[in-house]
């Protein structure tokens, strides 16, 4: 596994990026990294989907109905989708 970090200024200090060094083994340095993107983020695709389900109804009029509908959209979003989105680093 390789690990990335966004371009967020926590991961860029020196303390986390020393860390990271030291404790990761497959760690692209921050000199390499790829232009913050969303398209390398699986997660926004996730947040996507939960986005979508989520509000394909009229607007939620209360914080519980709100609650539920980001219950339901998370529960919904597949193992399948998760595997699929995660073997599709390497194109990204």
């Known amino acids: 596994m390789t690990f990335v970090q966004d371009r967020a200024p926590a991961h860029t200090s020196k303390a986390t990026q020393t860390w990271c060094q030291k404790k990761l083994l497959n760690l692209i340095v921050k000199d390499?990294?790829?232009?913050?993107?969303?398209?390398l983020s699986p997660t926004e695709t996730i947040w996507s989907i939960i986005d979508y389900t989520t509000y394909e109804e009229p607007a939620s009029k209360t914080m519980k109905e709100l609650k539920r509908r980001l219950s339901f959209a998370w529960k919904n979003v597949t193992l399948d989708t998760l595997k699929e989105l995660a073997h599709s680093m390497a194109r990204r």
């Open 32 to 39: 390499l990294w790829p232009a913050n993107s969303p398209h």
